[in-house]
């Protein structure tokens, strides 16, 4: 790959026009941005374009598929023969569309190349040998002509991905992909499309004639290579600049983020000047590219697969972002809604385009007169902050996956994600390992403020039973302090405690409701369970224990939760009176055990003396179930009845007051019990 040089033998530059895809590639290559996004379609975009393709083939009318926009690389792809090198564009929007196109007509190919033409009829051989198929391969999969040193390009194609996505890419296109080195979802998103058509191709194999399948498939790369756009093209940041704020403005599938990346990008071109030190587009870009990264790793983990990339720069915003900057927007907005928008995080796009805005055109009222920043030195610390937080997010998303971390923090965050109440504190989650990552909080501070966010998680929202937006703007409010006021952990871990206080009910109060069972979502009384059970483990060296996803993730509906005397009583011989006293206390804690699921409905509403030890040894019993709880159960009482299940239930509640205290000294003993201590 050469630079362009005045006498340089290079294709003619592309206008902006409309151009029929196969123009497009002829004599051309593209590829996408290393700051861009990956490979992101999925199912029914492949869809979508199958349909639409099977569609307008064979229809005499020209089938628009939007705008490509494209940047003059101002370089050229050498070529082996006499014919002008190709002229080098990168794809600033459009890939999606290409790489898919591209996919299509590699599986069609392949699709032909299997075909034996031998065991074909004369009539389907002559509509096999006149398929374009040649041609096709030279466009969208392997041009000969194409030198093997150029930088990229060694598959020979007209387009190259990003470094990550452009190893699996040119794998397919070889035929030789090795599904174990498959890394990120992109890369599973590539291969996935290449397979979907080709199952489309041999569904349509089955369903037609030979000749009629050579037919389609011809009909189908004359449609693909004529299919036509409008190309824009752009040769420098200034053009880059407007057309991103274009884009911006079409809004056709953008997310905020991308939105955010178009919206600072222009103003660094408006609001640079000459001097070195402030950031350039370029460096915008990349750390776009960066979060894009982030992502991929985010999108794989259970943790957080299902917290979108707007989600999380919301997060940012709330924590980042000084209460104080946009009071003037959101007011405005408060009154033209007509209703409260708190901290301006459900429309933080707006408010930090306007904020932006503002700096640009420097406005001097309010917090702006004296505010600490430029527009171009804000666009800076913006765009780091969120670098670092999505990187934060993928450090959390995957701690503990690999040696070189620390079990106890590892146990902290599995803790959190089991709870599954972390809505209200991502962005509190964020900024202290913000802190945490920039040394301004200790490893032991961050330690003991990630268990007290277990406890308020624990004792506001599954025991007292708040509502899952209850404490939001406090716990938001928390985040921001932090992260923009210099505050230390002794500050945060008193106001952690003092929302803990006001807004949970009486934590012992609920704990002792006698209609526990059905006040409480299950995975939260599995989630005391496995905890008390290990604090019993512990103690007795009982033997390992179940994983807590298992426990308390119910994975496979392996684990339960069993009413220790059966909420059915039809095989109990209860009087009147006993009735009465066992429909005020079944639905207690101190009635329940955890079991596993094929135990639970083996016992079919058992007496406890039935469950506790069963005459025949290959049944299953309390006594030699898999959770030591249960097993003390059986080995304390020899009966079941009111007087035993109270004293479960100061057991129980004895060891929750510790296990969840706010007090650090009672609290750590208990909370601290990883599964990986007992043997």
Not at 475 to 489: C, E, P, Q, S, V
Request: net charge negative; hydrophobic share 30%.
């Amino acid at each position: 790959m050469s630079s362009l040089g005045p006498d340089q033998n290079m294709s003619e530059p592309l206008e902006n026009n409309d151009y029929r895809l196969y123009r497009l590639l002829d004599g051309y290559v593209f590829h996408i941005p290393e700051y861009q996004r990956f490979y992101s379609w999925s199912k029914p975009h492949w869809d979508d374009l199958w349909s639409d393709l099977l569609n307008i083939i064979g229809e005499d009318r020209d089938h628009y598929m939007g705008t490509i926009i494209c940047k003059d690389e101002q370089k050229a792809i050498e070529t082996e023969e006499y014919t002008a090198n190709y002229r080098e564009y990168g794809i600033v929007d459009g890939q999606q569309r290409f790489t898919t196109l591209v996919l299509l007509v590699k599986a069609i190919v392949s699709d032909y190349e299997s075909i034996n033409p031998e065991e074909l009829s004369a009539d389907a051989r002559k509509r096999y040998e006149k398929l374009p198929i040649e041609d096709s391969k030279k466009l969208f999969v392997q041009d000969s002509t194409m030198g093997p040193t150029n930088e990229g390009y060694e598959v020979r194609n007209r387009l190259k991905l990003q470094q990550e996505d452009n190893r699996i890419f040119k794998e397919v296109l070889r035929d030789g992909t090795d599904t174990a080195t498959i890394s990120t979802p992109s890369q599973q998103r590539l291969v996935d499309a290449y397979q979907f058509y080709k199952d489309r191709l041999e569904q349509l194999r089955e369903e037609q004639s030979s000749i009629e399948y050579l037919h389609q498939i011809g009909r189908l790369l004359s449609g693909i290579q004529s299919l036509q756009f409008m190309l824009y093209t752009i040769d420098n940041q200034a053009q880059a600049t407007l057309i991103f704020e274009s884009i911006n403005d079409r809004g056709k599938g953008l997310s905020n983020l991308d939105k955010t990346k178009s919206f600072l990008m222009h103003k660094v071109y408006l609001t640079r000047s000459n001097d070195p030190s402030e950031v350039t587009i370029n460096e915008v870009q990349m750390r776009f590219g960066e979060v894009y990264r982030s992502l991929q790793t985010i999108d794989t983990k259970d943790r957080t697969s299902g917290i979108s990339e707007d989600r999380i720069q919301r997060y940012h915003y709330i924590a980042t972002i000084d209460r104080s900057v946009n009071s003037k927007y959101i007011k405005s907005e408060t009154g033209r809604r007509n209703y409260t928008l708190p901290s301006g995080a459900t429309v933080y796009l707006e408010a930090l385009k306007w904020h932006f805005s503002q700096l640009h055109n420097d406005a001097d009222f309010g917090p702006y007169e004296l505010y600490p920043r430029n527009c171009i030195d804000e666009i800076d610390w913006y765009t780091d902050g969120l670098k670092r937080y999505y990187s934060h997010m993928e450090t959390i998303a995957t701690y503990g996956d690999d040696e070189d971390h620390d079990s106890d923090l590892a146990w902290e965050l599995t803790k959190l994600f089991s709870l599954g109440r972390l809505g209200n504190f991502y962005p509190l989650l964020l900024a202290l390992w913000d802190e945490y990552n920039s040394n301004q909080l200790t490893y032991d501070e961050l330690y003991e403020i990630l268990q007290l966010i277990e406890v308020a998680s624990f004792r506001i929202y599954s025991i007292a039973g708040r509502r899952s937006d209850t404490g939001e703007s406090r716990f938001y409010r928390l985040a921001n302090k932090i992260a923009t006021d210099d505050k230390d952990a002794d500050w945060i871990i008193s106001k952690l405690k003092n929302n803990i206080s006001s807004l949970e009910y009486e934590f012992t109060e609920s704990l002792r409701d006698s209609n526990a069972y059905k006040r409480f979502r299950r995975k939260d009384i599995r989630y005391l369970f496995y905890s008390y059970d290990l604090h019993l483990r512990k103690e007795q060296k009982g033997g390992a224990a179940p994983t807590i996803e298992q426990a308390v993730g119910n994975a496979g509906n392996d684990y339960s939760i069993d009413h220790i005397r059966p909420n059915d009583t039809s095989k109990l011989d209860l009087n009147e009176i006993e009735e009465q006293q066992h429909g005020e206390i079944k639905h207690s804690l101190g009635n329940l055990t955890l079991t596993t699921g094929p135990r639970n409905a083996a016992w079919k509403n058992q007496p406890y003396t039935v469950k506790q030890e069963r005459v025949q040894e290959d049944k299953p019993d309390y006594k030699n179930s898999d959770f030591l709880m249960t097993r003390e159960l059986a080995r304390k009482y020899e009966t079941w009845g009111e007087d035993q299940i109270n004293d479960h239930l100061d057991d129980i509640i004895e060891y929750a007051e510790k296990r969840w205290n706010l007090d650090a000294d009672v609290r750590e003993k208990y909370a601290s019990i990883k599964p990986s201590e007992i043997d």
